[in-house]
Structures are given as C-alpha cells and as structure tokens.
C-alpha cells in the first residue's frame, strides 16, 4: 500500500503561481512513477502531468504543457508540481496519483490521494 497525502491548495489570482505537493508512505516510493490528476465542478478527473521513477522524464496534457512543472525528490519521498500563469479553468481538486508509467500516461491509476483544492479567482 502506497499512502499520498497533497498539500499547498488554495485560492490564486488569474496569472498567479502555486505549487502543490504529494508526500507518499508505505511502499518504496521511488519504484512508482508519479502523477497529478484534476477534477473540476461536474467534470470528470483528468490527467495533468507524470514523472518516471527517476524523474528523468516527464509528460504533460496539452492544457497544461508550458505552465506547469512536476518534479520530485525521492529522498524526500515527495512529488510537487508547480503552477504558473494560472487560469480560471485550471480551478480544480488536483489529485497525487502513483502507479506506472504506462499507467498513469494511460490514465490508469494504482493509488490515489484525497485531493487538494486549487481555486483561480479570474
């Protein structure tokens, strides 16, 4: 079992910056590839962004590809992802997601955390 927990939503001006993070536990956090999913009012959770277990590559949806920037620090056991030039549309409860690489790009997901909700005021 894999536990995510994210932090670091809240509520942003239009053209402002956030970064969320996703410390994991229980298993090695380092074998999983990491990824963010986001689910806004009445739509369905779609995929953002993942990261191989070593971090050396990275994939972005198309919505995102620019202005977001996932990393992680496996040390830390920690996944972040950092948003720029945020728009009205990316309001959302961002999810931390573990799994595979294959996986998560597929969006197929083996753990879940709760959520965390990112407001942009416009």
């Known amino acids: 079992q894999v536990q995510l927990v994210e932090s670091g939503g809240g509520l942003v001006q239009a053209g402002g910056s956030l970064r969320l993070s996703c410390v994991a536990s229980?298993?090695?956090?380092?074998?999983?590839?990491m990824g963010w999913f986001r689910q806004a009012p009445g739509k369905e959770r779609k995929f953002v962004s993942a990261?191989?277990?070593?971090?050396?590559?990275?994939y972005y949806a198309d919505f995102v590809k620019g202005r977001f920037i996932i990393s992680r620090d496996n040390a830390k056991n920690t996944v972040y992802l950092q948003m720029n030039s945020l728009k009205s549309e990316d309001t959302a409860v961002y999810y931390c997601?573990?799994?595979?690489?294959?996986?998560?790009?597929?969006?197929?997901?083996?753990?879940w955390g709760k959520g965390t909700l990112v407001t942009v005021s416009s």
């Open positions: 990261i191989s277990w070593s971090g050396s590559s990275t």
């Open positions: 997601a573990a799994g595979t690489w294959v996986g998560l790009t597929s969006g197929r997901v083996d753990y």
């Open positions: 229980g298993r090695t956090f380092s074998s999983y590839a």
